[in-house]
């Protein structure tokens, strides 16, 4: 299982965009997009995605002068977008690093397999260790949540959104989400509003709190909310 995978879509065409986001959205991916490198960039330091498609033709700094700062950051799984045939020699001859490409007009759907495709090679990588948050294994393959207690491990029983939710906060531990940014990457299917957030949010604190760790999960006043194993 990947499809709790986050795809961060780098196009500055919305229509083309919203097409990619929308094939991702159906197959239960969470999405982010951003329409220029420097929006990207600050995407890809923020929220780790876990793979990104990425246009080479984009205004200012282009795709593959975005991609060599991605390659510098990490290996985090690249597709590029490209129009041109020009593009696909470039790519090819410099072997800059994407881990796959797709040539537009494109079929949303091959994107899509395509990045399965990547995620199932990065997954070996180890891209998908669990995550691990004081007694909280969250595991992004198995899709589940699991509590170390003194009488053994309890899976929690949790919706998507709250698994979503839980798994991105429980990957940066500490870092403060805003609602806005909760919204953006685990709940993209609807036009949420923040207090929808609080809502998941605090089904999942309560489903926490009935297994003893409603710690690990705390609002931070007027920001928005965070996972840590240690409180203060
Ligand atoms: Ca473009």
Redesign the pocket.
């Known amino acids: 299982m990947m499809d709790n995978a986050l795809i961060l879509i780098i196009?500055?065409?919305p229509e083309i965009a919203e097409i990619i986001e929308t094939y991702f959205v159906r197959e239960g991916f969470r999405t982010i997009t951003a329409s220029d490198g420097p929006t990207g960039l600050s995407h890809h330091s923020r929220l780790k995605p876990d793979l990104m498609i990425l246009?080479v033709?984009?205004p200012g700094q282009d795709g593959f002068e975005v991609l060599a700062a991605v390659r510098r950051r990490g290996d985090t799984p690249v597709i590029m977008v490209t129009a041109l045939a020009e593009d696909l020699d470039k790519l090819q001859a410099l072997r800059i690093g994407a881990d796959d490409y797709v040539v537009k007009p494109f079929n949303p759907q091959e994107v899509v397999a395509r990045a399965k495709a990547v995620l199932r090679r990065t997954t070996r990588r180890g891209t998908f260790q669990p995550i691990r948050i004081g007694p909280l294994t969250v595991d992004m393959e198995a899709h589940t949540a699991t509590l170390e207690g003194a009488k053994g491990a309890t899976v929690l029983e949790l919706t998507r959104t709250e698994f979503r939710l839980l798994a991105h906060m429980a990957a940066s531990p500490n870092r403060v989400f805003e609602r806005s940014e909760l919204v953006d990457a685990c709940l993209p299917e609807s036009d949420a509003l923040d207090r929808t957030v609080d809502s998941h949010v605090s089904n999942l604190r309560r489903k926490l709190s009935a297994v003893g760790a409603g710690r690990l999960l705390t609002g931070v006043r007027g920001v928005g909310y965070k996972m840590s194993a240690t409180h203060e």
């Open positions: 196009e500055d065409e246009d033709k984009l």
